[in-house]
């Protein structure tokens, strides 16, 4: 009787560790509807910088496991073991039904684990606390290294994924994605902010087109619309007469829809400018003037 009430004991302080070691996986990647992440990207060759957010809007079950919907992509946590994992609806791991695995956030430093169904192993290289908007809190580092590829990411507990990089292609090339802000559970931390570009309508419009900005003549703000027929990398940037660069209003991956964003001139002199909305595919200038 004594040796069942000893192996009972057992098995629920078992349980219950096992339970904390899962709720302090999660943490490091929190996974709730509403939560965001804004990061800046950039590429050095060629030259490109932009503004990312991640946010998570929603839930869905597939396989008989709880999604979560970050941008257009589908993403769980494991509570059993801690492994971040990504659906993946015509592929996956041939130890996973339709799911790909990111990495093990239940790693303990030098841990690794399979790197995307590959013969590659994502190692968990540091565990060190970082400070973050101010706070101290501890992390991981994981790094997948061989040969000529080289991926980095660090996880922050309650955070999330604060840094990317990837220096895997040719030459000296390499993309890092650096969190600025962010929103955990209806807390913003840090700078959230992309652009004063605000949605006129969510929809697919036919074409890339630019708008007449209004009013034109203007003092001091004026308006200036466009439209996105597919999700890209988009800038408008507003010249002066000269052809300088005067300010940059948007610089960011922007979904199909159409745009709206106010330019106040509040601080520049009365004159002819010219504003460019520009994408890989297309590029427009038109004319305004500013009369004060």
């Known amino acids: 009787m004594r040796k069942i009430i000893i192996n009972t004991i057992i098995l629920f302080l078992l349980i219950d560790l096992t339970y904390s070691i899962d709720t302090i996986s999660t943490k490091y990647y929190p996974l709730n509807v509403g ?3 804004t990061y800046t990207y950039f590429h050095n060759i060629p030259p490109l910088t932009y503004k990312y957010k991640r946010v998570v809007t929603g839930t869905i079950i597939q396989n008989g496991h709880k999604y979560y919907i970050i941008n257009t992509s589908l993403f769980r946590v494991d509570s059993t073991n801690g492994r971040l994992l990504i659906y993946s609806s015509n ?24 790197f995307d169904c590959s013969m590659l192993k994502s190692k968990c290289t540091d565990t060190s606390n970082v400070t ?12 997948v290294t061989d040969f000529e590829i ?12 604060t840094h990317y990089s990837d220096h895997s292609g040719s030459g000296t090339q390499y993309t890092t994605y650096t969190l600025n802000g962010c929103v955990i559970d209806g807390v913003v931390y840090g700078d959230t902010t992309i652009t004063g570009i605000a ?7 036919e074409k890339f087109y630019l708008y007449n900005n209004y009013p ?6 004026t308006t200036i619309e466009f ?9 408008l940037t507003i010249y002066d007469a000269a052809g300088r660069e005067v300010e940059s209003l948007v610089n960011e991956l922007v979904s199909p829809g159409r745009y709206r964003v106010l330019w106040n001139a509040a601080n520049y002199a009365s004159g002819v400018y010219f504003y460019t909305f520009k994408t890989e595919s297309f590029q427009q200038t038109k004319r305004m003037v500013l009369i004060k």
Do not use: H
Not at 150 to 155: N, P
């Open 132 to 143: 973050v908007f101010g706070l101290n809190r501890p992390s991981k580092v994981f790094t």
């Open 199 to 205: 949605p006129v309508y969510i929809g697919i419009p």
């Open 227 to 235: 439209e996105i027929p597919q999700s890209c990398v988009a800038s």
């Open 35 to 37: 939560n965001s992440w």
């Open 150 to 161: 080289y991926f980095q990411t660090r996880y922050v507990k309650g955070i999330g994924m």
């Open 216 to 221: 034109n003549p203007f003092n001091p703000s």
């Open 91 to 114: 592929s996956g791991c041939n130890w996973l039904i339709n799911e790909k695995l990111v990495d093990s956030l239940s790693a303990k430093k030098w841990d690794s684990c399979r």
